[in-house]
């Protein structure tokens, strides 16, 4: 059964400051996505990874995939308040039909 | 262009009553798969569906859940005799080839409370 996981599950960080959110998974995949999720709502689309050593950029986020150790990383550079919010990756291995996401980061960005 | 749509947004249920939720795809798009999301957790996949046909139902509880994709009309998830532990929010994404090829679009959810 294939696994995904998240570290840390939970972050408080001052704004200015970098951190980066990891994302395990067990088996090989297809494609891995970074979602953000704000309290009470849906799941925005933030970045898709589609093969070794892919690396985007969307503002101060910045996702990086490295299938061979089953990893990415969702860095964020100086934080921001608007940041704040949960963040989750998903596994697609491209066998099946679903999406498998990991337990979540809960960002807390601090003034 | 409209996204995924699900209504409603909010229901609430008395444990034994019926809950219908409902998904429109994203306008072109035939493959709509729901999840289920519990306080505080990840989503859990439930059931992956094309016009008129289950294709993957691996995540759907055995008993008191079933979907369905009409050819004409929203996808529906049904859940019979709810209890308190159905609830949770339940979100629908669609795509517009096969999973596993194509980028999931997810509606605003359906949050269920069973009082």
Not at chain 1, 90 to 108: N, Y
Not at chain 2, 28 to 48: A, T
Request: charged fraction near 20%; include cysteine; proline fraction near 4%.
């Amino acid at each position: 059964e294939l696994k995904v996981e998240q570290n840390p599950l939970f972050l408080s960080m001052q704004e200015g400051k970098n951190y980066t959110i990891y994302c395990n998974y067990s088996t090989t995949s297809d494609r891995l996505y970074w979602y953000r999720q704000d309290p009470g709502k849906s799941l925005e689309s933030l970045f898709v990874l589609l093969s070794n050593g892919a690396v985007k950029q969307e503002g101060r986020l910045m996702a990086s995939l490295d299938t061979k150790a089953r990893l990415s990383t969702l860095h964020i550079t100086a934080a921001v308040h608007d940041l704040s919010a949960t963040y989750f990756c998903a596994v697609d291995t491209g066998t099946a039909s679903k999406l498998t996401f990991g337990t979540g980061t809960r960002l807390q960005v601090t003034l | 262009n409209a996204g995924v749509m699900q209504n409603p947004r909010h229901l609430v249920r008395r444990r034994g009553q019926e809950a219908r939720l409902r998904c429109s795809p994203m306008k072109g798009h035939s493959h709509v798969y729901w999840y289920r999301q519990l306080p505080e957790e990840g989503l859990k996949f439930m059931v992956y569906l094309q016009k008129e046909n289950i294709i993957d139902e691996s995540g759907m509880p055995k008993e008191r859940f079933s979907a369905e994709f009409p050819k004409e009309g929203p996808s529906i998830l049904r859940i019979q005799q709810v209890v308190r532990g159905d609830s949770a929010a339940y979100f629908c994404a669609s795509s517009l080839g096969q999973a596993g090829k194509e980028t999931q679009y997810f509606g605003p959810g359906t949050r269920l409370l069973v009082l």
